[in-house]
């Protein structure tokens, strides 16, 4: 296939689905949330929950965004060294956001830092983000497209610690982070953390915690463990949907670790929000493609 005609093919796809995960919750959040719903017995926190289940039966039905807030759209690239079109990849999905952020339609999130202008397109300087991954012997490329809101941004925080702080310092720190600006990110939260040597590459590993699957587990079994300890200790807090107390504070806590210094130990915290918008496509070298977040897609 030509370069140009897999460019304008790839837009397509791409435009479409941006789109699409704007409108529709991943299918294991939307599992995540009945099974919450089912679990709580507080009239208010079902209640809450229904509205949830109603506001994406809407967003379906009048085909809008589920959430007016469809954030900063962040692309992380996951590409194969030899996916024939990795040059065209960058020029492609700036142009699909432009076309869904017309088309969809999304509102406008992008803000000129020191011009303070809204550029009204989604787009702007190193916007729509990208994160590349590149894998040396695959011809294949995955895009994880998330919508970074305001909301689920704010409770964000990175920090080094001492390394006699261990992981007690860790839980200590989510803690921390959680209980002081959680409630701002519309829980039940996603709460992602990276557990590595600096603020930057814990805070790295802490947004790619965000897609993994909300009920999925770190194959360490200590890890594992924390993040069921994490799990069970947030949800023990009651901040309930929407914060207005209830059986569960977080859809899951999902932790992703590198190899660190060992005087460090930098984590960080990301949050997604119970309309957590992330999607995950899969392309082959020839653009047939597959949609692995949303079972039964279809652009
Ligand atoms: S936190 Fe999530 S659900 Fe709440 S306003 Fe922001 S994007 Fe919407």
Redesign the pocket.
Known sequence: MEKQEAAQRLTEVMTKFTGYVGKHLPTDVQAKLKELSAREDKPLAKVVYQSMHDNQEAAARLNRPS???I?VIQYFITCGAKFPFIGELEGVLREATLRATREAPLRHNAVETFTEKNTGTNTGSRIPWMDWDIVPDSDECSIDVY?A????SLPGAAKVLMPGQGYEGVNQFVFDVITSYGI???PPLLVGIGVSTSVETAARLSKKALFREVSSSNPHPDAAKMEKLLEDGLNKVGIGPQGLGGKASVMGVNIESSARHPSTIGVAVSTG???HRRGNIRFKSDLSYEIISHKGAAL
């Open positions: 959430c007016q807030d954030g919508m809101g305001g909301g689920c701002n990110a519309c929000c119970w309309a």
